[in-house]
Nanobody
């Protein structure tokens, strides 16, 4: 089995910062991409930021310059540093990993349970 466990969400005032963490564990052979998605009430889940094992990163336009994604490949952990938070960043944030499990032939997507980020105005 594979587990993705997120932490670091919470309530913060506009302009503040939060750091999310997500650790992947279990029967993992290799991890390609790790990233963060978010879903606000009544909206579709959207990509926030992603990072490949080669070090490439991708950000949603709405968070560029404010959020930074980073990885610790030795720990199978991905982080999301969120600065200058806005009320519109309020959402349930999900960790995602596209990984290959041991003894499996194809990689697949795995998701965390989500961590709530609420930004007050």
């Amino acid at each position: 089995q594979v587990q993705l466990v997120e932490s670091g969400g919470g309530l913060v005032q506009a302009g503040g910062s939060l750091r999310l963490s997500c650790a992947a564990s279990g029967s993992i052979f290799s991890i390609n991409t790790m990233g963060w998605y978010r879903q606000a009430p009544g909206k579709q889940r959207e990509l926030v930021a992603s990072s490949t094992s080669a070090g490439s990163t991708n950000y949603a336009d709405s968070v560029k310059g404010r959020f930074t994604i980073s990885r610790d490949n030795a720990k199978n952990t991905v982080y999301l540093q969120m600065n200058s938070l806005k009320p519109e960043d309020t959402a349930l944030y999900y960790c995602n990993a596209y990984l290959l499990r041991r003894y499996y032939s194809s990689p697949a997507d795995y998701w965390g349970q989500g961590t709530q980020v609420t930004v007050s105005s």
